[in-house]
Nanobody, 118 residues
Framework: QAQLVESGGGLVQAGGSLRLSCAAS????????MGWYRQAPGKQRELVAD???????NYADSVKGRFTISRDNARNTVLLEMNSLKPEDSAVYYC????????????WGQGTQVTVSS
């Protein structure tokens, strides 16, 4: 059973917008550090956005001012709103949930493709 289910990817023109969703179980949503990563062909997976331990959003420099990460507590979902998309944003986007300590895990979603055409 998938722990994280992503949706919302697709093809968009440069300057356009997309919203990604990552749905988790309530247990995972409430007890995990969650974030979004991406991996372009031939490149390493990189952090896009996540939350600090204090709950504040944290963004990669390349997406600051364009992307917004948020939590929908009613739906146990982490959202990534992506605006002013650029061709270099094209990648497979992954949701991640981690927890450390006595109960630890590192879950990844299946990934959703985002393609930005120029």
């Amino acid at each position: 059973q998938a722990q994280l289910v992503e949706s919302g990817g697709g093809l968009v023109q440069a300057g356009g917008s997309l919203r990604l969703s990552c749905a988790a179980s309530e247990r995972i949503f409430r007890n995990s550090a969650m974030g979004w990563y991406r991996q372009a062909p031939g490149k390493q997976r990189e952090l896009v956005a996540d939350f600090t331990s204090g709950g504040s959003p944290n963004y990669a420099d390349s997406v600051k001012g364009r992307f917004t990460i948020s939590r929908d507590n009613a739906r146990n979902t982490v959202l990534l709103e992506m605006n002013s998309l650029k061709p270099e944003d094209s990648a497979v986007y992954y949701c991640r949930a981690t927890r450390s300590g006595l109960i630890s895990y590192n879950y990844w979603g299946q990934g959703t493709q985002v393609t930005v055409s120029s």
